[in-house]
């Protein structure tokens, strides 16, 4: 996996999280380590959540963790799997907001429309006036 598809399965699955009603400023550094290496941030103010592909040194909590185990765990609502380095009031916090991301359920695939037969014209008949 990509830095590039790294940050796109998160941040979708991040925008996803119910912050509206955090009242604080959280600043969290997201360091990916091995395959698809790279840094990014995610910032939870006035009740929304911004991520951005950039490194962000003035973070509150940092996080350092393998791509694959990232994904994993915001796809399954598990904060546990994660280091979290940094003030532990947000830590808590955060965590509470990473479990509202709605759990990625695999879409099953629409069962096709059954054609309907194809119903015989019906045959108009026409009475001839007896004369």
């Not at 998160?10 to 997201?30: C, G, P, T, W």
């Amino acid at each position: 996996m990509t830095y590039e598809e790294v940050f796109a399965k998160a941040s979708e699955r991040l925008m996803k999280a119910k912050v509206k009603d955090v009242d604080q400023h959280i600043a969290v550094q997201f360091n990916i380590e091995g395959e698809g290496e790279g840094a990014f941030y995610a910032e939870i103010s006035e009740g929304k959540m911004n991520v951005q592909p950039y490194d962000y040194r003035d973070n509150d909590i940092s996080v350092n963790v393998n791509a694959d185990v990232l994904v994993k765990a915001l796809e399954s609502k598990t904060a546990d799997t994660l280091g979290f380095y940094g003030d532990e009031s947000k830590i808590a916090v955060l965590k509470t907001v990473l479990v509202s991301i709605p759990k990625k359920t695999a879409r099953k695939a629409a069962a096709p429309k059954a054609e309907k037969a194809a119903k015989p014209a019906a045959k108009k008949t026409t009475k001839k006036a007896a004369k």
